[in-house]
């Protein structure tokens, strides 16, 4: 809060100066120019008030034209997107990075048979 320094209200501070923190008003950005900047300032918790400055309005001339980026030929068009989502619902595959297969082979489907030989380390007795 703002108060003016005039005897009154000091002597009304006096009376609660123990419950309260005074600090001088500190502008480090310097005095607001125009009345209109008042509407751009704030009070920080130190004491400054910071002055948000107006930027003056730019017109763009004829050598500040920007040419269009080159990013610009590799953004994704509606009918491309439409296109690709049609090939994974005829594919089944919609949601496939959610869903991932998990295989249970029972007879040597993978062709990996270091899985199945398990039973061979175990003696044979004869009889």
């Given at each position: 809060?703002?108060?003016?320094?005039?005897?009154?209200?000091?002597?009304?501070?006096?009376?609660?100066?123990?419950?309260?923190?005074?600090?001088?008003?500190?502008?480090?950005?310097?005095?607001?120019?125009?009345?209109?900047?008042?509407?751009?300032?704030?009070?920080?918790?130190?004491?400054?008030?910071?002055?948000?400055?107006?930027?003056?309005?730019?017109?763009?001339?004829?050598?500040?034209?920007?040419?269009?980026p080159e990013e610009e030929k590799w953004k994704l068009q509606l009918?491309?997107?439409?296109?690709?989502?049609?090939?994974?619902?005829?594919?089944?595959?919609?949601?496939?990075?959610?869903?991932?297969?998990?295989?249970?082979?029972?007879r040597n489907e993978d062709q990996k048979e270091y899985r199945y030989n398990f039973n061979k380390d175990?003696?044979?007795?004869?009889?």
């Amino acid at each position: 809060m703002i108060l003016k320094n005039v005897p009154s209200i000091n002597h009304l501070l006096d009376e609660i100066k123990h419950l309260i923190h005074i600090l001088p008003l500190q502008f480090p950005h310097g005095m607001p120019e125009h009345e209109s900047d008042f509407e751009h300032t704030f009070i920080n918790s130190r004491g400054e008030m910071i002055v948000k400055k107006r930027l003056k309005e730019f017109e763009p001339g004829p050598s500040d034209i920007v040419p269009k980026p080159e990013e610009e030929k590799w953004k994704l068009q509606l009918e491309t997107v439409q296109k690709e989502l049609e090939k994974q619902l005829r594919s089944y595959s919609v949601h496939m990075e959610f869903f991932k297969p998990v295989y249970k082979y029972k007879r040597n489907e993978d062709q990996k048979e270091y899985r199945y030989n398990f039973n061979k380390d175990i003696p044979k007795y004869e009889w």
